[in-house]
């Protein structure tokens, strides 16, 4: 009987860890994309970092993985209207609405 038990919390902790790694991959491959997608057409080096630090809170992994939904929004504004932006003031300007609209 112990026996049995000792092989079933291997077996589930073994899972555990299983699921996690693969969790991980699928993290990393996400941020992967999210980054090819919008860096793509990013004039400005401001605006590439906003998009990178929008992707790596929506898509990297880590133990701070938490993220809630206001700001899963504003990075996603960041990420939809930061591509292609040609102007300092602009990145600021859509920044800063972001901000306003989603926190």
Known sequence: MRILSIQLISIVFISLLFSSALAAKKDRYEYENCLLEHL???KLDVASRYIA???EENYGSGPSKVIFSDERKYNECLLDHMVGVESVD???R???ACER???
Do not use: F, M
């Open 90 to 92: 602009a990145v600021i």
């Open 40 to 42: 793509d057409h990013a």
């Open 101 to 103: 609209k989603y926190r």
């Open 94 to 96: 859509i920044r800063r």
């Open 53 to 55: 630090e929008a992707c």
